[in-house]
C-alpha cells in the first residue's frame, strides 16, 4: 500500500485489523484490482465471501433493481423477497423434507450463533458445549463459544455456561455428555474447522454427534458459516455425514458480497424463539435478500458438481508442488500445509506476484476462491504458488 494510503488508514480508523498490505479498487470475477492498477488472482473470495466472484452480472442486476425499488423496511413488514429465500433455505435443508424448519435472518456469521446459543438457552438446560480451537465468531456471545483461549481472554468473563471437548474425540465428547446427561442443552460443530487451519471433522464424528443428541434430548448446531453456500461441493457440509443438525448457522457466501447471515432450525428448535426475545434491525433487507435470493437460484446441482470437480483439481495440483506436506479440506475449501515455509510469508509473496491468499495458522495457507473458477485460474495460482516455495 502507498504510504500516505497506510498513514491514513492508521489515522482513521482503529488498530483492530492492522494496516492492510494493499488497497483495493475493483473487481471483475476471479480478480482484483489495487489502487495502482495492478491485478490480483483472488483465492480467498473476501474469506469465502464472494461466491459468484466480483460483479457478478446476475448480482448486479438484482441489486441495483431491488435498491431501485425498495431499500430497507426493518421487519415490523414482510416483503416477497424474505419468504421466497426462507423458503428456498428450507428447501435446501433435510432435502425439504421437514415442514417444521423455519429461519431467522441477520447479518453475518457471529450474529447467526448469537442467534443459535439464545435458541440453546430456550431449552431450559444450561450448558452448551463446543469444540476446543474452533470458531465461531467475536461478538461476546459467539467468542464465549469459541474454543480458542488467546481470542477469549482479554474480553473475559464471557457469557458462562460453555464447556469444550476436543475437536474429533468421540468417547471425550461422550464421556462430558454422559456425566450430565440432562444439563447440557446443545453441542456445537464445525464440519471444517477453517479459523484454525482447515481441518475438517474425522469421518464418523458428526454422525456420532447426532447420535448422542438423540440418544440425550440435545440439540445439535453446526457452524456451516464458511462450510455452507456450496462452498464443499454439497450446499451443506453437513450432508456429507448424512446427517441433518437441529440447528444450522450459516453466512458469508449467502449474499454473494452483501453482509448476510441466517439461522435454521427444525422441529421443537425452530420455536423456542418468540416475539421480542430477538432481533436485528438488518436482518432480512430486501437488497441484501435479492442478492441471495440470485446465489441460491445458482447453486444449483450442475453447479455443485463444478465446485467438487474444479475442487479435486485444485487439491491434485496443490498436492504435486513441492514444499507442501498435505493438503486438507473439501472442494474449495481447502488448507495447504507447508513443509518449512511461514505461511505469512508466503501471503504476502503471493501479494507481490499478484495472488491473494491467507494464513489462519503458522504452517497453513488457506484456499477458498471463488466457486466459479476454472482451471485456467487454478493454474495460475499453482504455478505461482510453485515460485514462491521454490
Not at 100 to 118: D, H, I, L, T
Request: hydrophobic share 40%; charged share 20%.
Amino acid at each position: 500500500m502507498m504510504q500516505k494510503t497506510a498513514n491514513d488508514w492508521s489515522s482513521a480508523l482503529m488498530n483492530n485489523y492492522g494496516t492492510p498490505a494493499i488497497s483495493l479498487t475493483g473487481g471483475q470475477g476471479m480478480y482484483l484490482t489495487d489502487t495502482e492498477g495492478k491485478s490480483y488472482l483472488d483465492m480467498l473470495a473476501g474469506i469465502a465471501v464472494n461466491a459468484l466472484g466480483q460483479a457478478h452480472p446476475d448480482i448486479v442486476e438484482a441489486v441495483s433493481t431491488q435498491i431501485a425499488t425498495l431499500g430497507h423496511t426493518s421487519n415490523i413488514f414482510a416483503t416477497p423477497h424474505s419468504i421466497e429465500v426462507a423458503t428456498a433455505l428450507k428447501q435446501r435443508f433435510a432435502g425439504g423434507s421437514d415442514d417444521s424448519a423455519r429461519v431467522f435472518f441477520c447479518n453475518s456469521g457471529a450474529e447467526a450463533n448469537e442467534a443459535a446459543f439464545k435458541i440453546a438457552r430456550l431449552t431450559g438446560r444450561g450448558r452448551v458445549l463446543a469444540a476446543e480451537a474452533g470458531f465461531h465468531g467475536r461478538t461476546m456471545g459467539a467468542l464465549a463459544l469459541t474454543g480458542q483461549p488467546e481470542k477469549r481472554a482479554p474480553f473475559e468473563p464471557l457469557p458462562g455456561g460453555v464447556d469444550f471437548y476436543p475437536y474429533g474425540d468421540v468417547q471425550k465428547l461422550r464421556e462430558i455428555v454422559e456425566e450430565d446427561p440432562d444439563g447440557i442443552a446443545a453441542i456445537f460443530a464445525e464440519p471444517i474447522q477453517g479459523e484454525t487451519g482447515v481441518i475438517p471433522a474425522p469421518e464418523g464424528f458428526l454422525a456420532a454427534v447426532r447420535q448422542l443428541c438423540d440418544d440425550y434430548g440435545i440439540l445439535m448446531v453446526a457452524d456451516e458459516v464458511q462450510t455452507g453456500v456450496g462452498r464443499t461441493g454439497k450446499f451443506f457440509a453437513h450432508e456429507y455425514a448424512g446427517v441433518v443438525p437441529d440447528v444450522v448457522t450459516m453466512a458469508k457466501g449467502l449474499g454473494g458480497g452483501l453482509p448476510m447471515g441466517a439461522v435454521l432450525a427444525r422441529g421443537a428448535a425452530a420455536q423456542y424463539l418468540q416475539p421480542g426475545q430477538h432481533g436485528t434491525t438488518f436482518g432480512g433487507n430486501p437488497v441484501v435478500l435479492a442478492a441471495a435470493r440470485t446465489v441460491l437460484n445458482t447453486l444449483d446441482e450442475k453447479f455443485l458438481q463444478h465446485v467438487r470437480e474444479i475442487g479435486a483439481y485444485l487439491r491434485g495440483q496443490l498436492q504435486q508442488i513441492s514444499g507442501v506436506s498435505e493438503v486438507r479440506g473439501t472442494g474449495l475449501m481447502l488448507g495447504v500445509v507447508l513443509e518449512s515455509a511461514d505461511a505469512k510469508e508466503v501471503v504476502a509473496a503471493g501479494l507481490e506476484r499478484g495472488l491473494i491468499l491467507n494464513a489462519p495458522s503458522d504452517k497453513v495457507v488457506r484456499l477458498t476462491p471463488p466457486l466459479i473458477i476454472e482451471r485456467r485460474h487454478v493454474d495460475e495460482c499453482v504455478t505461482i504458488l510453485q515460485e514462491i516455495l521454490d
